[in-house]
């Protein structure tokens, strides 16, 4: 995707009648407006301001600085109903942008490589006709504009902020590289993986590169250990569950003669289910600790972050598939039976407080995968992820005949 113009594809036909040629236009000037302008987790303030700004101009009830840089936009439409609620995540990565585009990253090291511009400028355009349409809507809409996706637990914030108060059930998306351009797609139970972050200290002694019979050496034990890890998936996991560690850090001694006393790794786990989990835990541990025992050495493991796996409702799931089958088509929306990815995110600890469903629109087959600093999110899917919001909330909040 080095060009500015994807290959047209027609994805946003089906929306033509939801959105107009201006509301879609202006949504894509935001989304390469955002692209241009990257900023970190909890650092989103410009991104926060630009959504605040739009959402207070179309007549939401706005609240801003929630978890530090997010907002939240409510839409009551003064009927009763339910209360539903849509969610946005806006910040970007530090990352070097390699697409060559005309709006690409003007902040040297920070790149929207997630699509998480285009997830906040879909939830805008949604915004933009639900406001038009609210007369025709009872109940209450609340759009979740997250910061701190990446590693920042900016979910956890916001739910700390009691931004699920009175919510029924939440609803997000994330666009994904590989599969057919603007097909809307989900999955009931464990939908995307869950990831934790462990860091393994191995103490050993050091010494005299020459003599290495008198020392411990954690670089030795520690490469034991990286070839350990690499077992629990092959063996100690069944084939038909999904698991995979990866050491993504290994750091000891500065070189020369000397044998260093400590060395450092950074492992990361992801999993398919709470169970899966929980096996991966107990095994990094057991093989950690014993592999440092046998040579002598000491283990200390601790879990520096963790992300459950997004676990759909299963009713909720069956509903938002058979939307995007009314919306779009049953050739362009679909259940899928597999994980779609085994990267983690942090809607999943929205779906842990109320029921909801994690949807996915494809970003075209031949998209740069996720956090390559060649990705760019498509503007032909806009349409269809904010159509998705809108079918949504005009199914689910329907008036009372």
Do not use: W
């Not at 462990?198 to 050091?206: K, P």
Request: hydrophobic share 40%; with cysteine.
């Amino acid at each position: 995707m080095g060009t500015d113009q994807h290959e047209t594809q027609n994805v946003g036909e089906a929306s033509v009648s939801v959105f107009s040629k201006p509301a879609i236009a202006e949504a894509t000037a935001i989304r390469q407006h955002l692209h241009a302008n990257p900023e970190l987790r909890y650092e989103e303030c410009q991104t926060a301001d630009l959504v605040a700004g739009r959402l207070k101009a179309l007549g939401y009830d706005v609240t801003e600085g929630v978890a530090k840089t997010g907002v939240v936009g409510l839409l009551d439409t003064g009927r009763p109903g339910p209360t539903i609620a849509f969610r946005a995540d806006m910040d970007a990565l530090p990352i070097e942008e390699q697409t060559g585009l005309s709006y690409a990253s003007r902040s040297p090291g920070k790149m929207h490589a997630c699509g998480h511009d285009g997830h906040t400028a879909s939830l805008l355009l949604a915004a933009r006709k639900l406001a038009e349409d609210h007369d025709h809507l009872s109940g209450r809409i609340k759009l979740l504009f997250q910061p701190a996706e990446e590693g920042g637990l900016g979910a956890v914030a916001m739910i700390e902020a009691d931004v699920l108060k009175g919510v029924e059930n939440i609803y997000g998306f994330h666009n994904r590289p590989g599969f057919p351009l603007g097909r809307v797609f989900a999955k009931s139970g464990p939908a995307m993986g869950g990831s934790t972050r462990y860091e393994l200290t191995i103490a050993g002694h050091g010494g005299h590169a020459a003599r290495p019979d008198l020392a411990i050496d954690p670089i030795l034990v520690g490469s034991a250990v990286v070839q350990g890890l690499q077992s629990i998936v092959s063996r100690r996991l069944s084939p038909l569950e999904s698991g995979v560690i990866t050491v993504t850090g290994f750091h000891a001694g500065g070189g020369g003669n000397v044998i260093p006393p400590a060395a450092r790794l950074m492992i990361s786990a992801r999993d398919g289910s709470p169970d899966v989990f929980a096996l991966l835990g107990h095994e990094i541990r057991q093989v950690t600790t014993n592999i440092c025992s046998a040579h002598g050495a000491r283990a200390e493991i601790t879990q520096l972050l963790r992300i459950p796996s997004v676990i759909n409702d299963r009713a909720q799931t069956d509903f938002v598939i058979k939307v995007a089958i009314d919306t779009f088509g049953e050739n362009r929306a679909g259940h899928i039976d597999r994980l779609a990815t085994m990267g983690a995110e942090d809607f999943a600890f929205y779906l842990e407080q109320v029921p909801g469903c994690f949807f996915f629109v494809g970003n075209g087959e031949e998209s740069a995968y996720l956090h390559d600093p060649k990705y760019d999110f498509c503007d032909e899917i806009l349409p269809v992820a904010g159509g998705m919001f809108v079918a949504i909330a005009t199914h689910r909040l329907r008036p009372a005949i």
